[in-house]
């Protein structure tokens, strides 16, 4: 008898087996909910609710600042424009959110 060389059918199958079960766990933990893609969809999410934060704050901070400014609280006669700051910031957050 002749010995031949080569895989056989069996060992062919077994692979093709193991390799689809490897797929199948690398897909759902990527698709899932819980996986990669839904991680980072949640991230995002918290990025941009923390970003219409702090874009809320700074409003806030603005106004108080403009009522102080205006009654002239602190006897100061020149004020500076805390309006166009405020634009460059948010401005600058807008531009990071965007290259996320």
Do not use: C, P
């Not at 700074?58 to 100061?76: P, Q």
Request: no cysteine; glycine share 6%.
């Amino acid at each position: 008898m002749r010995k031949q060389n080569g895989i056989t059918l069996i060992a062919l199958v077994v692979t093709i087996v193991v390799l689809l079960i490897l797929a199948g766990i690398t897909i759902n933990t990527v698709v899932d909910r819980n996986g990669v893609l839904g991680k980072a969809q949640q991230t995002q999410n918290d990025i941009e609710d923390s970003i219409a934060e702090s874009q809320g704050k700074l409003e806030n901070l603005m106004d108080a600042y403009n009522e102080i400014s205006s009654d002239n609280y602190f006897g100061i006669e020149e004020t500076h424009d805390l309006s166009s700051i405020t634009i460059n910031i948010v401005t600058n957050i807008e531009e990071e959110r965007n290259r996320v």
